[in-house]
C-alpha cells in the first residue's frame, strides 16, 4: 500500500512532528511536493540535507523517484547526488524509521534560505523491473542512507 507516514518519534529531526503530509498540487501532478520541516540556509556552493520527517511506503516491485522541484532548479539549487533513488526497504529501516533526506545544492554565489512549509522536492512512485535470470537476492537492509553498500 503506498502511503506517507510521519517518522517514529526518535526519527525526527529538528524537533519537528508537526510536518505538512506530501501531496499532489494538481489533478495531473505526477510527484507529491515534499516540504522542509524547518528553516535551513544552504551556504553558496555547499550541501545540505534537509531531513523531512516523513517516510513513504511502496508497493512491491515499486521504488520511489526523489527529485528536486523545477523552481528550485531556476535558483541554482539541485539535488546533490543528481537523482535520488529511495528502495521501497527503506521505509522503517532501524536507522532512522525511512526518514526522508533531500540533500540541495547550492550551485549560486549566494546563500539559498528554505523556509519551514518550503515546497523543497517531489516524489513520485515508480514501477521497476527485474532480469529474467537474475541470482536470488537475499540481502535484507540494515539501516538507512548507504547501507546498501554495509
Known amino acids: ?39 535551513i540556509v544552504i551556504p553558496a556552493g555547499e550541501i545540505v540535507t534537509v531531513w523531512t520527517n516523513i517516510k513513504a511506503c511502496c508497493n512491491d516491485n515499486e521504488f520511489i523517484l526523489l527529485c528536486v522541484r523545477s523552481s528550485m532548479g ?5 539535488l ?10 527503506y521505509y522503517s529501516n ?8 533531500v540533500a540541495l545544492k547550492n550551485r549560486g554565489s549566494k546563500d539559498f534560505v ?15 523491473l527485474k532480469v529474467d535470470n537474475e541470482e536470488t537476492v537475499t ?3 540494515g539501516g538507512g542512507y548507504g547501507s546498501t553498500t554495509k
Open 1 to 39: 500500500m503506498r502511503k506517507f507516514e510521519v517518522v517514529r518519534d526518535d526519527a525526527i529531526m529538528y524537533g519537528q512532528k508537526d510536518v505538512i503530509m506530501p501531496k499532489r498540487a494538481t489533478i495531473n501532478s505526477a510527484g507529491y511536493d515534499i516540504c522542509s520541516p524547518t528553516d
Open 74 to 78: 531556476r535558483k541554482d539549487i539541485c
Open 80 to 89: 546533490a547526488n543528481d537523482i535520488g533513488v529511495i528502495d521501497g526497504d
Open 94 to 101: 532501524p536507522d532512522n524509521d525511512g526518514n526522508i533526506g
Open 114 to 128: 528554505i523556509h519551514k512549509n518550503d515546497k523543497i522536492a517531489q516524489i513520485l512512485f515508480m514501477p521497476y
Open 139 to 141: 540481502g535484507v537492509r
